[in-house]
Each structure stands twice: as C-alpha cells, then as structure tokens.
C-alpha cells in the first residue's frame, strides 16, 4: 500500500473557509439586543487560518440589511485560534 502524504495546503485552508474571510458582519450584544458590533474576518497569511480584524465597539441601532449575522460561538472559536477542521 503506498503512502500518501497528507499534508494541507495554505491553499486548502483558504478553500475551506472562503465562505467565511473577506466580509464584514455584525454581532448582537448578548446583554442588550438593541447594540451591535461589526467585525472583519480576513485569512491570516501565516498561519492560514480565518482571524478577526476591526472589532468594533457596541453601537445602540439595527444592523444594515447587507451585513450577515455571525453567531456568538463561530466568534469565539475564530478568537479561541483552536479551529484544525473546516467549519
């Protein structure tokens, strides 16, 4: 049987969360519906994973309709940097 090396690729990481990096979305403040944040996620070149960029501070107001909803625990697992598998 021949190995296979099983090696992922920078380009690999990039497939799997493209979906995900070069967008901007908004998060709900758990403690006051009425305030929102927006945040930027983009593909750290080093260590080819999704980081988030431009955190901004709660805001009281309704999200724009262009901007995508991101849930609380893809938030914390991109801050956590322990994401090896594609989500």
Excluded: C
Aim: charged share 20%.
């Amino acid at each position: 049987m021949e190995y296979i090396d099983a090696q992922r690729s920078l380009q690999d990481y990039r497939n799997w969360n493209k979906h995900l990096v070069n967008q901007q979305y908004y998060e709900i403040n758990p403690k006051n519906k009425n305030e929102y944040r927006t945040l930027f996620i983009h593909m750290n070149g080093l260590s080819g994973k999704p980081q988030i960029r431009y955190l901004t501070n709660y805001v009281v107001g309704t999200p724009p309709e262009h901007m995508k909803a991101i849930h609380p625990m893809m938030v914390a697992k991109i801050k956590s940097g322990n994401y090896n598998i594609p989500f």
